[in-house]
């Protein structure tokens, strides 16, 4: 059973810093792209940032030189190091798999979600 479990969101100041983690089990991590996604209130949920087994990355524009994301396969887990916050970064962040293994097919998984909030 896949399972994503995102951790390390909360309350912070603008121009502030964050660091999300999210642990993965039931896949085979190092075959995985990994992502992070969000959602602000009213929205659609949206892509924040990708990242393959190696080190190739993809960011959104709106996040460009201020989010890293990056991964740990010892541990199943990839983060997204948020820097420069801004109050329209608040959003509830998803961390996402993709993977075409179990069908051959591209299937996603999301975790629960966790809560940024961007004060100004």
């Known amino acids: 059973q896949v399972q994503l479990v995102e951790s390390g969101g909360g309350l912070v100041q603008a121009g502030g810093s964050l660091r999300l983690s999210c642990v993965a089990s039931?896949?085979?991590?190092?075959?995985?792209?990994m992502g992070w996604y969000r959602q602000a209130p009213g929205k659609q949920r949206e892509l924040v940032a990708t990242?393959?087994?190696?080190?190739?990355?993809n960011y959104a524009d709106a996040v460009k030189g201020r989010f890293t994301i990056s991964r740990d396969n010892t541990k199943n887990t990839v983060y997204l190091q948020m820097n420069s916050l801004k109050p329209e970064d608040t959003a509830v962040y998803y961390c996402?798999?993709?993977?075409?293994?179990?069908?051959?097919?591209?299937?996603?998984?999301w975790g629960q979600g966790t809560q940024v909030t961007v004060s100004s």
């Open positions: 996402n798999t993709r993977t075409t293994y179990f069908s051959g097919r591209p299937e996603d998984y």
């Open positions: 039931g896949v085979i991590f190092r075959l995985n792209v």
């Open positions: 990242i393959r087994s190696g080190i190739s990355s």
